[in-house]
């Protein structure tokens, strides 16, 4: 069962910052949040996951609400090849990774 | 960089047929799964493994089964291919020893039966 909500669809243009928003408000305390993206017929990417102290790697940054309810994955420089679907998880690991219908990011020229 | 290779990008089957999809990986991860993706029901997950010759049911077992002979290699058998099997199926793996390691997925089998 997901156990997040994402709006369906986003646009963005490019060169400008995607945010992302994820609302995640039954988490439990031993699961994180991921992000992943899936551009159109290859498998989902990951790009990062968080507990609740920010994080930034060389794709994104991911954005964690103090009380952990929400979350928020930050693009910095939205790119043509950024069009995708993301999706935002929270799993203790393992086997417990459910995806829903993600975010459906449009990049505009 | 973790690289998850399915042997096939598509493939096309009788129903009836027995089918067999390949993943391998070359991370020396312990733990192996396959999911299938379906238009507006989101990513199901079959079978995983986490170790060789270790296998469990996942949320959708029914009318597949699996193999985990080697560390690197895990497969998806479809014992007798019907229409409704027809989806985009997926291979992934993961670190055990890592706590919350992430999921990486290959690029995905698209099978029609028909």
């Known amino acids: 069962d997901a156990k997040t909500t994402q709006p369906p669809s986003m646009d963005c243009a490019e060169g400008r910052a995607a945010n992302l928003p994820c609302n995640h408000s039954?988490?439990?305390?031993?699961?994180?949040v991921y992000w992943y993206r899936q551009i159109h017929s290859q498998g989902p990417q990951y790009i990062i996951h968080g507990l609740k102290n920010n994080e930034t790697n060389e794709m994104a940054s991911l954005i964690i609400t103090e009380d952990r309810k929400s979350s928020t994955l930050i693009l910095p420089h939205a790119t043509l090849r950024d069009t995708a679907v993301y999706y935002c998880i929270v799993s203790r690991g393992g086997n417990q990774f459910y995806f829903g219908t993600g975010t459906s990011l449009t990049v505009i020229p | 960089d973790v690289k998850v290779t399915q042997s096939s990008r598509y493939l096309v089957k009788r129903t009836g047929e027995k089918v067999f999809l390949e993943c391998v990986q070359d991370m020396d991860h312990e733990n192996m799964f396959w999911y299938r993706q379906d238009p507006g029901l989101g990513l199901r997950l079959i079978y995983f493994s986490y170790d060789v010759k270790m296998k469990e049911k996942g949320d959708i077992p029914e009318g597949y089964s699996v193999s985990r002979e080697k560390k690197e290699r895990f497969s998806l058998i479809l014992e007798s291919a019907s229409t409704n099997q027809t989806s985009m199926y997926l291979c992934?793996?993961?670190?055990?020893?890592?706590?919350?390691?992430?999921?990486?997925f290959g690029n995905g089998t698209r099978l029609t039966v028909t």
């Open positions: 039954t988490i439990s305390g031993n699961e994180y």
């Open positions: 992934a793996s993961s670190i055990k020893i890592v706590l919350y390691s992430p999921l990486h």
